[in-house]
Nanobody
């Protein structure tokens, strides 16, 4: 399995921006579909965005569409999540995930084989 390490979380005011990064190691990064999920206490992990192997195709949750952008740099083995116009409801621990098969459907947490440790995003109102 690929190993994933997220970074870039922090505290931001509502309306602000953050860029999360997820660095991968251990296997050929370009052979993995990559995604971002988020989780708040007491709730199930929620899908945010997914990107195909080459980065050509992306798909977003309705709640972040138009505000968040997922991208990847296969030369750097890294996937990014640019988050703009952040809202208090975006506050969560954000996780990157990888799998070596279907781009869509996203499925649930059990459909993703590799996870990072998570990075906290806090949005103050």
């Amino acid at each position: 399995q690929v190993q994933l390490v997220e970074s870039g979380g922090g505290l931001v005011q509502a309306g602000g921006s953050l860029r999360l990064s997820c660095a991968a190691s251990g296997h050929t990064f370009s052979s993995y579909v990559m995604a971002w999920f988020r989780q708040t206490p007491g709730k199930e992990r929620e899908f945010v965005a997914v990107i195909s192997y080459s980065g050509t195709n992306t798909y977003y949750a309705d709640s972040v569409k138009g505000r968040f952008t997922i991208s990847r740099d296969n030369a750097k083995n890294t996937v990014y999540l640019q988050m703009n116009n952040l809202k208090p409801e975006d506050m969560a621990v954000y996780y990157c995930a990888a799998r070596s098969r279907l781009f869509l459907p996203v499925g649930g947490s059990d459909d993703w084989g590799s996870w990072g440790q998570g990075t906290q995003v806090t949005v103050s109102s």
